[in-house]
């Protein structure tokens, strides 16, 4: 694996800023990647191995998407919005998965480990480099059940929804009462009000700019 510097740098570039949230998922992804015995996993062979599973919307999850190479489009990575600043990475070869959460004692000791740095937020940044695995971090064995249709590839199924004809893929729908239906016809969605329109430029085409 890369060294902390440069990934951390790189991850900065790609998120547009460095944080102490950057610090964190770096390390974060580095921890959980040894943990499951990846010393490469932006690598081609070992890409198709990882599974990583990310709780948090925050800048971690940007971090931790950089280290690992998982993307949504791969299927590599899955987001659970838990609210937790906390990602289980597997090995989709041994099976073996470890969830690594960030501690809330280590916003605490920051000023035990960059005692030097007066500003807050500048403090846990540097902190966070400094501060062992052990405090930065707690780490649970985990078992993660994975069906086909959570696994990367092609799409392994698709049904349409008997409400809104929507197409669903890869074993996402609900059936109700023996109707197939889409999540949002099922149990509601995000948005509200949904009404179909035009504009004045729909028919543009990248070819036609």
């Given at each position: 694996m890369k060294p902390f510097e440069d990934l951390l740098a790189t991850s900065?570039?790609?998120?547009?800023?460095?944080?102490p949230g950057q610090?964190?998922?770096v390390r974060m992804a580095m921890l959980g990647c040894r943990l499951i015995g990846l010393d490469d996993p932006t690598s081609h062979d070992q890409i198709k191995k990882l599974i990583v599973y990310v709780e948090m919307d925050r800048c971690a999850g940007d971090a931790v998407?950089?280290?690992t190479g998982a993307k949504l489009g791969r299927r590599s990575l899955k987001f659970v919005d838990y609210g937790i600043m906390a990602a289980t990475f597997v090995n989709l070869d041994t099976g073996k998965a470890f969830r690594v959460l960030s501690?809330?004692?280590?916003?605490?000791?920051?000023?035990?480990?960059?005692?030097?740095v007066s500003e807050k937020y500048k403090q846990q940044l540097e902190a966070y480099k400094r501060m062992p695995d052990s405090v930065l971090f707690r780490v649970q064995q985990v078992e993660v059940p994975l069906s086909?249709?959570?696994?990367?590839?092609?799409?392994?199924r698709k049904v349409s929804c008997n409400r809104c004809g929507?197409?669903?893929r890869d074993h996402r729908e609900i059936v109700q009462n023996g109707d197939t239906l889409c999540q949002p016809c099922a149990?509601?969605?995000?948005?509200?009000?949904?009404k179909e329109i035009t504009w004045p430029d729909m028919n543009w085409t990248p070819v036609s700019s």
């Amino acid at each position: 694996m890369k060294p902390f510097e440069d990934l951390l740098a790189t991850s900065a570039a790609v998120h547009g800023h460095m944080c102490p949230g950057q610090v964190v998922g770096v390390r974060m992804a580095m921890l959980g990647c040894r943990l499951i015995g990846l010393d490469d996993p932006t690598s081609h062979d070992q890409i198709k191995k990882l599974i990583v599973y990310v709780e948090m919307d925050r800048c971690a999850g940007d971090a931790v998407a950089h280290v690992t190479g998982a993307k949504l489009g791969r299927r590599s990575l899955k987001f659970v919005d838990y609210g937790i600043m906390a990602a289980t990475f597997v090995n989709l070869d041994t099976g073996k998965a470890f969830r690594v959460l960030s501690t809330e004692e280590a916003r605490d000791l920051a000023c035990q480990y960059a005692p030097e740095v007066s500003e807050k937020y500048k403090q846990q940044l540097e902190a966070y480099k400094r501060m062992p695995d052990s405090v930065l971090f707690r780490v649970q064995q985990v078992e993660v059940p994975l069906s086909e249709f959570d696994l990367p590839g092609p799409t392994r199924r698709k049904v349409s929804c008997n409400r809104c004809g929507q197409v669903v893929r890869d074993h996402r729908e609900i059936v109700q009462n023996g109707d197939t239906l889409c999540q949002p016809c099922a149990h509601g969605a995000y948005f509200r009000d949904p009404k179909e329109i035009t504009w004045p430029d729909m028919n543009w085409t990248p070819v036609s700019s």
